[in-house]
């Protein structure tokens, strides 16, 4: 009846029981491996702090997310937009799955002249910023670790 | 190896075991197999009262499993099936007095007697549960459409198919189909895609069975209770059979009927 006349006024009001269902899918994904919603979050943050101290990467549209095919196969599955780094574009976010390995090796490729530039840097350019910022950070810590390096071989 | 260890059960407490085994042992005797249905609730017996047998009782589970009494001897015969028997739980003594290897040293007798042995499990997780799963061959999961009995039904699969004895069949409990309709409820198919095991058996919500419970006759001897069809159902299901689900429509009024007809169902 209650169907009916959300019909008649066109209203779509989900019922109680769908809500039962999706409360259920989220309260099982947790339970099953057995990590609590709010230590997930947690773990998320973690993952995106680290991965932005190497890559720019645009934070609104990450989706890090718990897939349930059933009980026993559970898969995390990220998408990162990562920005390529180009001279002309410095600051562009491209559609790349986490794969942060895949992103980079494109990036290489099609970008020869791009990478010379990197090769520059990492060598010895100190002050050449055309960088954006984050980007920036990265490669100074990357220097940061080579010249320590350098230090111990020497 | 002989007869076939089922054992019934679902995590939450008062979803329906007891009387979803008392209903089994039933109907399995009435298609002609020797059964004997076990209590494993020890400390809150419960099958007996649903059986109506809870004035033939001497012995109990644990007596047997300690020496004092003989299987046959504890084993109580149900009034209308000769081939049915009840071994009901200890009420005073709690759920360590018996083991894992007790249950499998009972059942593997009891196996060369019996088709059937039906284990009621006790809610819960602990040692009780264990009992009533290590003899095992196949497991049934009652559960209620709804969040924390579905929510417990998928703790204890995991835990039986952790045990190897999984994948285990579910039996859903207390369905209101009137209340399905209007989406007020989980479905049964609802149910199947969260937790992925196969159906054996789907009970419509009855008052029959209240009074059958208040009675003492399983509802199962009542031929007017659609539940009572529904547990015959999953008995043959058990042995084998390949029987149809009913529709738990049937008993929607007209009106009901015109409106689903309207909303193109």
């Known amino acids: 009846m209650t169907n009916l006349l959300s019909r008649l006024f066109g209203r779509s009001k989900k019922g109680s029981g769908a809500t039962a269902k999706d409360r259920l899918r989220f309260v099982l994904q947790h339970d099953r491996i057995n990590l609590p919603p709010e230590r997930m979050e947690e773990m998320k943050r973690e993952i995106l702090a680290v991965i932005v101290k190497y890559l720019v990467v645009d934070q609104d549209r990450v989706e890090i997310d718990l897939e349930q095919r059933d009980r026993t196969h559970s898969k995390l599955t990220a998408e990162i937009p990562v920005a390529i780094h180009t001279p002309a574009s410095a600051n562009k976010a491209v559609e790349s799955t986490v794969a942060a390995a895949d992103s980079a090796g494109a990036n290489g490729a099609n970008n020869g002249a791009n990478a010379d530039a990197e090769k520059d840097d990492t060598v010895d350019e100190v002050d050449k910023a055309e960088a954006p910022d984050a980007a920036e950070d990265a490669k100074a810590d990357k220097r940061g670790n080579g010249e320590s390096e350098a230090d111990r071989k020497s | ?265």
């Open chain 2, 1 to 265: 190896m002989g007869g076939k260890v089922v054992t019934i059960s679902s995590g939450k407490g008062g979803v329906g075991k007891t009387t979803a085994t008392a209903n089994l042992g039933i109907s399995l005797a009435s298609l002609g197999k020797k059964v004997v249905v076990i209590d494993a609730d020890i400390g809150l017996r419960n099958l007996d009262v649903i059986m109506g047998l809870e004035n033939r009782i001497v012995y109990d589970l644990v007596d047997i499993v300690e020496g004092r009494s003989k299987l046959r001897q504890a084993m109580i015969k149900h009034k209308k099936f000769d081939d049915l028997f009840l071994i009901p739980a200890a009420q005073t003594r709690d759920k360590m007095a018996v083991s894992p290897d007790d249950m499998v040293k009972l059942t593997n007798e009891l196996r060369e007697d019996f088709d059937y042995v039906l284990i009621d499990s006790p809610a819960g997780i602990e040692r009780g549960f264990r009992n009533a799963l290590e003899p095992a061959d196949e497991v049934l999961i009652v559960t209620n459409p709804e969040v924390s009995a579905v929510r417990d039904a998928d703790r204890i699969i995991g835990l039986i198919e952790a045990a190897d004895k999984g994948p285990g069949k579910l039996i859903i409990n207390r369905l209101k189909a009137d209340m399905v309709k209007k989406g007020e409820m989980l479905s049964s198919e609802d149910v199947f895609d969260i937790l992925g095991l196969t159906i054996i058996g789907i009970i419509p919500e009855d008052e029959l069975v209240l009074s059958a419970s208040n009675s003492g006759v399983p509802v199962t001897l009542n031929m007017q209770s659609k539940a009572g069809m529904a547990f015959n159902n999953v008995a043959r299901r058990v042995i084998g059979e390949d029987v149809p689900f009913m529709n738990l429509d049937e008993n929607l009024g007209i009106f009901q009927r015109l409106v689903g007809l309207l909303n193109g169902r």
